[in-house]
């Protein structure tokens, strides 16, 4: 069993949707979390970061952490066809070391 | 400031060979991470290095690569004697020394490694 599941996706929403990302884990030592936005054949690009439990919002994302269930999730609101991208969920340990990743959610948002 | 840089963008090989990837962190970082992913996979961590110094390579496999980051000069991931599964893309990250909640990785763009 994987330490990081995400759902696998692919998902396909209209424009303006709101769209819920989600990741579970099974290391309760994961303190760090973050959610990455990766454009096809880029590198992954940081869209929100958070530590321990509780909920961060930047702009339209807001970003969820329950430690107590082990679940993450990254909430995108007015969905716009330039947030089509794979979103990857990922957690650490530490605040300076490796990051355990997720397989990541292909979105497809469409006009 | 400019981002983690990584280079080549491209790299191909025949079985056998070496491959050399190169990663130059953003400016003021001394933490650089390095990353592998498989087509329809998610990333996963193969080396942490500061400078001089290897900090944790449980994810590296235990022949063929290595990684090291100089006091001057870009982190190198080598693999040496390439098979067709080392074929994919290779992702370099840095941060800045560990001092506060704020700090996290900021990825390259990749190197995407083909094997033939």
């Known amino acids: 069993q994987k330490e990081v599941e995400q759902d696998p996706g692919p998902l396909s929403v209209p424009e303006g949707a709101i769209v819920s990302l989600n990741c579970t884990y099974s290391?309760?030592?994961?303190?760090?979390f973050m959610w990455y936005r990766q454009y096809s054949r880029k590198g992954p690009e940081l869209l929100m970061y958070?530590?321990?439990?509780g909920n961060k919002e930047d702009g339209r994302f807001t970003a969820q952490v329950d430690k107590s269930s082990k679940y993450i999730s990254l909430f995108i609101r007015d969905s716009q066809p330039s947030d089509s991208a794979t979103y990857l969920c990922?957690?650490?340990?530490?605040?300076?070391?490796?990051?355990?990743f997720g397989d990541g959610t292909t979105l497809t948002v469409k006009p | 400031n400019a981002g983690v840089m990584q280079n080549p963008r491209h790299l191909v090989r025949r079985r056998g060979q070496e491959a050399r990837l190169r990663c130059s962190p953003m400016?003021?970082?001394?933490?650089v991470y390095w990353y592998r992913q498989l087509p329809e996979e998610g990333l996963k961590f193969m080396v942490y290095?500061?400078?001089?110094?290897?900090?944790?390579e449980s994810g590296m496999p235990k022949e063929r690569f290595s990684a090291e980051f100089p006091k001057e000069g870009p982190s190198i991931l080598r693999i040496q004697q390439v098979v067709r599964g080392d074929s994919a893309a290779y992702f370099c990250?840095?941060?800045?020394?560990?001092?506060?909640?704020?700090?996290?990785?900021?990825f390259g763009p990749g190197t995407r490694l083909l094997v033939l």
């Open positions: 990250a840095s941060s800045p020394q560990a001092t506060g909640l704020q700090e996290t990785q900021y």
């Open positions: 290391n309760s030592a994961f303190q760090y």
């Open positions: 958070t530590y321990s439990s």
């Open positions: 990922a957690m650490s340990v530490n605040n300076a070391g490796k990051s355990t």
């Open positions: 400016k003021g970082h001394s933490h």
């Open positions: 290095l500061q400078k001089e110094n290897i900090i944790d």
